[in-house]
């Protein structure tokens, strides 16, 4: 077996002349990697003779494979690329000169091991969001931890962020010392599964984070289209609230809306589709009121509170 890096002489080199054979000498195994190699070799021709070579091999002497190099003079090569790892390997060299109307064979059989790779260290990625909740339209930061399970060395090449809830690819980052962060603002009003995904390389495994759940909330926006005029003491007052979404959310709120006088609560009022909660009342004292009102959101829409206003009962 021929080891890296070691040349192998399979006969001196002489002259050709009249029918002495050809010869094949300082055969040599280079570059071996885990799939790939090269195999180098002179023979005795002279310069100006193109000598056709073919290099088979394979894991028996069956071989299976070959490559070919038709070049002029003593220096010849060939690059073997698709090669399984860990894996011995025969191989045979043919080459044939022809000089003044004669053949001149020659043949040289040997073999090569690829390299084992090193064994593949298991990883483990963290990942984190701030801010959770965010609103729709907000930029998220993600941050991104990997380690590398019992190994003091730190884990390179790169990051993918999936929401896993649209099955959409976020981005791609890449990692600096095991660390790595990504920034995104457009999730849509709702909770999206986020992963990170560490490809892995030659010498780290894959590995995927936990989910981290992101809320995304629309912000909602509680304004008061009209204002009750002045009411007698006894008469019924009709409190109007609207919420509204800001943009880039949409959708329509949904759930209650609380009306309060200063700190004391009144009571409550649905909203409907048009985005409108409203709550009347007919026992307010004398005097002037302020009046509010607190739309306490839910698991799309954010809360949002009233400027107050003043209202006079006579």
């Not at 909602?220 to 002045?230: E, G």
């Not at 048009?274 to 306490?296: M, N, P, R």
């Amino acid at each position: 077996m021929i080891l890296p890096g070691v040349s192998v002489l399979a006969s001196g080199p002489v002259n050709i002349s009249g029918k002495v054979s050809l010869n094949i000498y300082n055969v040599l195994v280079k570059n071996i990697t885990t799939n790939s190699t090269i195999i180098s070799w002179d023979n005795n021709s002279p310069d100006n003779i193109m000598v056709a070579s073919q290099v088979s091999y394979g894991v028996t002497t069956i071989y299976g494979n070959s490559v070919t190099d038709s070049s002029l003079g003593v220096h010849h090569s060939v690059n073997i690329s698709g090669l399984l790892s860990g894996t011995v390997y025969d191989y045979q060299i043919q080459s044939t000169a022809n000089i003044g109307g004669n053949a001149f064979p020659a043949t040289y059989l040997s073999s090569f091991k690829t390299l084992t790779p090193p064994p593949i260290t298991s990883s483990n990625i963290i990942l984190t969001s701030l801010p959770n909740s965010s609103y729709c339209g907000q930029t998220v930061y993600f941050g991104v931890a990997v380690l590398a399970s019992g190994s003091k060395t730190i884990p390179n090449g790169s990051v993918t962020f999936m929401d896993n809830t649209t099955n959409k690819v976020l981005g791609t980052s890449p990692l600096f010392f095991g660390l790595t962060g990504f920034s995104y603002n457009l999730l849509s009003v709702g909770n999206h599964n986020i992963t990170a995904v560490y490809v892995g390389n030659n010498n780290y495994a894959t590995s995927t984070s936990k989910v981290v759940i992101q809320e995304v909330l629309a912000k909602t926006v509680c304004t008061w289209p009209v204002k009750p005029n002045p009411c007698n003491f006894g008469q019924t007052c009709t409190f109007k609230i609207h919420i509204g979404v800001q943009s880039p959310g949409t959708g329509n709120p949904t759930g209650n809306v609380t009306f309060y006088d200063g700190g004391k609560t009144l009571g409550t009022g649905n909203l409907g589709a048009d985005g409108f909660a409203q709550f009347s009342i007919s026992s307010l004292s004398k005097g002037t009121h302020s009046i509010t009102a607190v739309y306490g959101g839910n698991d799309n829409f954010d809360g949002c509170n009233s400027g107050a206003f003043s209202q006079v009962i006579k």
